[in-house]
């Protein structure tokens, strides 16, 4: 097993453990026999910790023989690789017509002011995730809101604001 220590210091000041290190590790070792062993390993690794540490790129890389622009490229071409730890509660906002056609762009950049976030993004408390989704399959009631697994629509700027309200409760309310 390599003897490698890779510490997080970014995102919500999450350190990556020994154990994470051992994970990403031994999802190497399992996976890079493999034909193109790049993505299912990164799909792996968020799998089994939560996101693809930045710090696990090097050891990636050295375990795939690839270059770290190589690795560090791929995870940041592909949004689905989230690079920190994420917030405790996710917001999918509706970019597809039908909710742009009926305000999905005032609300898109009303969020990111309020949460002082862009897309992919987390809120400095941790506590709200802002991702982009293209149709809800709600194109009758847009603009449309996923929070979590809840469909919202009709979201205006104020009931946005009213959402984020109880979901930053909800968040407090978790460890
Ligand atoms: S276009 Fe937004 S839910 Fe379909």
New binding site residues.
């Given amino acids: 097993m390599a003897n490698v220590q890779i510490v997080n210091t970014k995102g919500l000041g999450a350190v990556v453990s020994r154990v994470q290190t051992d994970a990403v590790v031994s999802i190497c070792a399992e996976l890079k026999a493999i034909p193109a062993p790049l993505i299912p390993i990164l799909h792996a690794v968020q799998e089994k910790i939560g996101f693809v540490p930045s710090e696990s790129v090097p050891l990636i890389a050295r375990e795939l023989n690839l270059s770290i622009a190589e690795v560090h490229g791929v995870v940041s071409f592909y949004h689905y690789f989230r690079q920190d730890p994420g917030g405790r509660h996710t917001v999918h906002l509706?970019?597809?017509?039908?909710?742009?056609a009926v305000g999905?762009g005032a609300l898109e950049g009303h969020a990111k002011r309020t949460l002082e976030v862009d897309f992919h993004g987390t809120t400095r408390d941790g506590a709200i995730r802002l991702e982009p989704v293209?149709?809800?399959?709600?194109?009758a009631?847009?603009?449309?809101v996923m929070i979590d697994h809840e469909l919202h629509g009709r979201v205006s700027p104020q009931r946005f604001d009213q959402l984020m309200q109880d979901t930053r409760a909800a968040a407090a309310g978790k460890p």
């Fill in positions: 509706c970019r597809a017509e039908a909710c742009q999905a293209y149709c809800l399959g709600n194109c009631l847009g603009p449309s």
